[in-house]
């Protein structure tokens, strides 16, 4: 069972490591949310636990080897089905690990590439819309950012506890 757990804490650490690198690739919080969710549920219907991998054509089976799902599948499989141990399974946990690391090493490049970070004076910049205008927050409206603590959103209203 541990071994399973291991795997388990590999394939979170691979499936994050995708989740952030789509987070630096989008340019905004619904276009991730577009763009994460058809990424993961294709990824989990086409992994081998839905479908056979077998029965996929081959381009598609090259492409899903490519998934940490699918290697995922085959360690839960072996590990809680068939029984077997890391002397069968290490393959599929060393994929597993080398694929979360090329997303975790290309989310590292990405967002060093495009953080803003002049290298010579080390300030950062402010990312520009297409706009041209700023994203900074000072630009924006202030109902956009306004958020009012519950016991301000409350005050308006009688107290339930007599001279409170």
């Not at 994460?36 to 054509?57: C, E, F, H, K, R």
Request: overall charge positive; glycine content about 10%; hydrophobic content about 45%.
């Amino acid at each position: 069972m541990m071994l399973f757990l291991g795997g388990t804490v590999l394939y979170l650490f691979s499936v994050t490591a995708l989740g952030i690198f789509l987070a630096t690739i989008s340019q905004s919080m619904p276009q991730f949310g577009l763009l994460a969710i058809p990424v993961y549920i294709v990824m989990s219907l086409l992994s081998g636990g839905n479908t056979p991998l077998d029965s996929m054509p081959e381009a598609l089976q090259v492409v899903m080897y490519a998934s940490p799902a699918t290697h995922f599948m085959s360690i839960a499989q072996g590990i809680l089905f068939r029984g077997a141990g890391l002397d069968v399974m290490w393959p599929e946990f060393v994929a597993v690990a080398g694929i979360g690391a090329a997303f975790r090493s290309r989310k590292n490049a990405k967002s060093r590439a495009s953080s803003g970070e002049s290298r010579k004076s080390g300030i950062r910049t402010q990312p520009k819309c297409r706009s041209g205008r700023s994203r900074n927050p000072a630009n924006a409206p202030s109902w956009y950012f306004a958020v009012t603590p519950l016991s301000d959103a409350f005050s308006g209203f009688p107290s339930a506890v007599p001279g409170a």
